[in-house]
């Protein structure tokens, strides 16, 4: 909006407008006609791009990038990697197919309880749904607090539509990125620093600092390889955490601007240069 473009933000409720011109309530993502109702703003206000920012939207915003008018652009990467993305065990067995470092993980049915997931994986475990928005549904088992008794229960209740993963000991990072089309080299990577987690070790960020260069170059490296393992293009989150070793490792990635993106402004502005020169513009959020 500051830059000059006209800005429609969309939101389940009424919402004050912020950073946008107009917000415009609509169905939640998951409804029916969720993306006719997307379909019908962008035509009544003569929109020229959505961004899609909400995680259960992403895969059907990528597959319906052509049902829109004639010239209007979604600002997602193809259905294929989105859809990698979208599910946590399928975006490690790339990464890791690959070679881009990411914490021992497996499904709960590769293990036979938890006490031997346990002893393959080194102690604490990270239990989250495959297919999930940022930090919900995700928790930390270990036998410290209650001999395990908590990690039992928790275990019994899973079946393989989980992820389990070693749990990450050290600093975590939501590096920011912006990834140009093959062969475009106009790439950026922002890392951010997760200095509060909501629970204390673990959880979603409460605060973040930005890192210059070179602080956390590893950092930065691991998600560009990441962003380009899965073939992803336009904004990508990505969440990062160094092992007890230094060893950054790929926690988890998601096809959109995060909720740090503010940190790096920069990322929006390389996003929206091929629209600079665009007189009107609008951006469905």
């Avoid at 993305?85 to 049915?109: E, H, I, R, S």
């Avoid at 999930?132 to 908590?150: A, F, K, Y």
């Avoid at 912006?178 to 790439?187: E, K, L, M, Q, T």
Wanted: net charge negative.
């Amino acid at each position: 909006m500051e830059h000059g473009h006209w800005v429609l933000g969309v939101d389940m409720r009424q919402v004050h407008a912020s950073c946008a011109n107009a917000v415009a309530v609509v169905s939640p993502v998951n409804a029916p006609g969720y993306l006719w109702e997307l379909r019908g703003l962008v035509a009544a206000h003569g929109l020229e791009l959505v961004i899609p920012t909400v995680s259960e939207e992403l895969v059907a915003a990528s597959l319906a990038r052509e049902g829109f008018a004639p010239g209007v652009d979604v600002l997602i990467a193809d259905p294929a990697p989105v859809s990698i993305a979208n599910d946590k065990y399928l975006t490690m067995k790339c990464l890791d197919n690959a070679g881009v470092p990411v914490p021992d993980f497996g499904l709960p049915g590769d293990f036979s309880s938890v006490n031997e997931a346990m002893a393959r994986m080194g102690g604490w475990l990270v239990v989250k749904p495959r297919v999930s928005r940022g930090g919900r549904g995700v928790q930390v088992l270990e036998r410290h607090t209650d001999g395990g008794r908590n990690a039992e229960r928790v275990w019994r209740s899973l079946d393989d539509s989980w992820l389990v993963q070693r749990f990450a000991t050290g600093t975590e990072y939501a590096p920011v990125v912006y990834r140009g089309a093959a062969g475009d080299d106009d790439n950026l990577v922002v890392v951010l620093e997760k200095t509060e987690l909501r629970h204390g070790s673990w959880g979603n960020a409460v605060s973040v600092k930005r890192l210059g260069p070179p602080a956390a170059s590893d950092v930065a490296r691991t998600a560009m390889a990441a962003a380009e393992a899965l073939g992803l293009t336009n904004a990508v989150d990505i969440d990062i955490r160094r092992m007890a070793d230094g060893q950054p490792v790929v926690l988890e990635i998601n096809a959109r601007f995060g909720a740090n993106s503010a940190h790096a402004p920069e990322l929006l502005l390389h996003a929206m240069r091929p629209y600079a020169a665009r007189q009107v513009l609008g951006g469905a959020v």
